[in-house]
T-cell receptor, first 117, second 115 residues
Framework: KQEVTQIPAALSVPEGENLVLNCSFTDSAIYNLQWFRQDPGKGLTSLLLIQSSQREQTSGRLNASLDKSSGRSTLYIAASQPGDSATYLC????????????????FGKGTHLIIQP | DTGVSQNPRHKITKRGQNVTFRCDPISEHNRLYWYRQTLGQGPEFLTYFQNEAQLEKSRLLSDRFSAERPKGSFSTLEIQRTEQGDSAMYLCASNQQGISGNTIYFGEGSWLTVV
């Protein structure tokens, strides 16, 4: 069974700092990995999608990397802003996923990020 | 494109009552998913549809839960004889198979509180 772990569980940094969020998964047979943002009481917004054949994806100040063989991904946020405060969730689609469908996602518990003004 | 729409956004119900949530996916998306999320946890997969066919159900989906997507457009998730443990946010998501690398789009969720 695929398990996704995110470290740290919570992070508080001053505005302007660069930061890294970590995600690890136990089954390297994945189709893709996605990073999502979730604001309190809201749904999820997809930030970046990395296919299993890719090493990284970039969108604005966000860069996500994927090392499939070691079961790790990182989300790098450059020049953090107070508006970046949210919970960041990592999720994988596993090719051998059972009971979850072809595109069923397995999520980590998230990293709760606070950017101090 | 108005995104994935869910209603009601909040529902408070007494234990033992039935509740139904509705999800309207992005119009051109053929896949629709239901997830459940409790506080401090990531979402957990419940079930998904491709068009009107329900292709997969998680073991989390007890026989008190039923989901339908009768015309391959909107979907409903019904919980019968609700229990306090059903209190959670129920998230709907959709995507189009093979498009955009299978990026999945979530709705704002429907909060259920069972008292």
């Amino acid at each position: 069974k695929q398990e996704v772990t995110q470290i740290p569980a919570a992070l508080s940094v001053p505005e302007g700092e660069n930061l890294v969020l970590n995600c690890s998964f136990t089954d390297s047979a994945i189709y893709n990995l996605q990073w999502f943002r979730q604001d309190p009481g809201k749904g999820l917004t997809s930030l970046l999608l990395i296919q299993s054949s890719q090493r990284e994806q970039t969108s604005g100040r966000l860069n996500a990397s994927l090392d499939k063989s070691s079961g790790r991904s990182t989300l790098y946020i450059a020049a953090s802003q107070p508006g970046d405060s949210a919970t960041y969730l990592c999720a994988v689609t596993t090719s051998t996923y059972s009971g979850g469908g072809a595109d069923g996602l397995t999520f980590g518990k998230g990293t709760h990020l606070i950017i101090q003004p | 494109d108005t995104g994935v729409s869910q209603n009601p956004r909040h529902k408070i119900t007494k234990r033992g009552q039935n509740v139904t949530f509705r999800c309207d996916p992005i119009s051109e998306h053929n896949r629709l998913y239901w997830y459940r999320q409790t506080l401090g946890q990531g979402p957990e997969f419940l079930t998904y549809f491709q068009n009107e066919a329900q292709l997969e159900k998680s073991r989390l989906l007890s026989d008190r839960f039923s989901a339908e997507r009768p015309k391959g457009s909107f979907s409903t998730l019904e919980i019968q004889r609700t229990e306090q443990g059903d209190s959670a946010m129920y998230l709907c998501a959709s995507n189009q198979q093979g498009i955009s690398g299978n990026t999945i789009y979530f709705g704002e969720g429907s909060w259920l509180t069972v008292v």
